[in-house]
């Protein structure tokens, strides 16, 4: 049975930082996509940073320079570096996992539940 459980969610005030993690059991890495999404009260879900089993990164515009995604496959966890946030960045955050695509959330096979990222001003 896959599981993502994600940690490190909180709340902070602007300008400061967070690392979100999120161990995946059940599966490995290979042939996968990991994604971090974030849904707003009231809002769609949307994608905030994808990473390939190959490594290469994408980042919605938003938190460019600001945020890092890595993965550490021997560990199967999948980590999300937050810098300088904002209260814009006020959100649930989801790991995802997917064969095929992280780009939408309608290709996700695997979510994690959630956690929660307050940021204050």
């Known amino acids: 049975q896959v599981e993502l459980v994600e940690s490190g969610g909180g709340s902070v005030q602007a300008g400061e930082s967070l690392r979100l993690s999120c161990t995946a059991s059940?599966?490995?890495?290979?042939?996968?996509?990991m994604a971090w999404f974030r849904q707003a009260p009231g809002q769609e879900r949307d994608g905030v940073a994808t990473?390939?089993?190959?490594?290469?990164?994408t980042y919605t515009d938003s938190v460019k320079g600001r945020f890092t995604i890595s993965q550490d496959n021997a560990k199967n966890t999948l980590v999300l570096e937050m810098n300088s946030l904002k209260p814009e960045d006020t959100a649930s955050y989801y790991c995802?996992?997917?064969?095929?695509?992280?780009?939408?959330?309608?290709?996700?096979?695997?979510w994690g539940k959630g956690i929660l990222v307050t940021i204050s001003s």
């Open positions: 990473i390939n089993s190959d490594g290469r990164t």
């Open positions: 995802a996992a997917s064969s095929t695509s992280c780009l939408r959330p309608a290709a996700i096979k695997y």
């Open positions: 059940g599966y490995t890495f290979d042939n996968y996509c």
